[in-house]
């Protein structure tokens, strides 16, 4: 009987006293690995909340809206989310139903030319980026020009 029991235990969802669970909003770039948590999520629980990203939100069981916000410059792709028993709706939409069930993380995936690599933008003067290579130049040909002096 005791095996039982705990079996059972396992399979409920981990929530707190209060009936909710934490539930991690995150935010990516399709392919570029460095650009990550850029927009904000509108996540319609009890209350509802803009929230940067990343965020740690206590979520009720059962269903809450979300939204991304992307980043200017980038636009929504899809949904992905963790946690046992949790669903969305309708994944490749920029607003869907979150069924939850457990503890998990609910990441908004996107593209576009949003994330930069940073930098400075100079304006560059001609001569001195020539200039190593008019020295290397020179020398090449003050070398060839002794070796001909010498042969003779």
Known sequence: MLI?????????????????????LTSRHETLSFCINLGKIDFRA???TVY????????????ARATFIPPDGCE???????????KLAEPNSVSTRVDIMSTGTLT???R???CGVGGVVLPTNTYM????YLAVIGLVAAAAVAVKRRRN
């Open 46 to 48: 009890m209350p509802a």
């Open 108 to 110: 908004a995936i996107y």
């Open 129 to 132: 980026t020539l200039a190593p």
């Open 112 to 114: 576009g030319g949003c």
């Open 4 to 24: 039982a029991v705990a079996g059972c235990s396992l399979l409920a969802p981990k929530a707190n006293a209060n009936g909710r669970v934490k539930l991690t």
């Open 52 to 63: 940067s990203l990343p965020a740690t939100v206590d979520a009720p069981f059962g269903e």
């Open 76 to 86: 929504f792709v899809r949904w992905e989310i963790t946690g046992e028993g949790n």
